[in-house]
Nanobody, 113 residues
Framework: QLQASGGGLVQPGGSLRLACAVSGILFSTDALGWYRQAPGKQRELVASITMSGTTDYTDFVKGRFTISRDKDNHTVYLQMTSLKLEDAAVYHC?????????WGQGTQVTVSS
């Protein structure tokens, strides 16, 4: 089970930190990530992190967002800074295991002045 939290309303240039609590057993080959989906758009990958800590970011968030996880890998965070209007979306936590995707409920991020 994946439980996301931390969304909210922020002004452009502001910051938010999302958290996703992961329950159950995690395997060394799993990867955790954040996706987002804006109205009328497809869900897109934002960032991912493997159990060994290797991170990957999509180009539009590089240098602004940071994905991390706690020591036991059961919480994954997305620190978002310098937020832009176009970052507004529902952010979904993702677990990828052996080619299958598992999703938590989304958390809404609204960027507005």
């Amino acid at each position: 089970q994946l439980q996301a939290s931390g969304g909210g309303l922020v002004q452009p240039g502001g910051s938010l930190r999302l958290a996703c609590a992961v329950s159950g057993i995690l395997f060394s080959t799993d990867a955790l990530g954040w996706y987002r989906q804006a109205p009328g758009k497809q869900r897109e990958l934002v960032a991912s992190i493997t159990m060994s800590g290797t991170t990957d970011y999509t180009d539009f968030v590089k240098g602004r967002f940071t994905i991390s996880r706690d020591k036991d890998n059961h919480t994954v965070y997305l620190q978002m800074t310098s937020l832009k209007l176009e970052d507004a979306a529902v952010y979904h936590c993702n677990l990828r295991r052996r080619g299958f995707n598992y999703w938590g409920q989304g958390t809404q991020v609204t960027v507005s002045s």
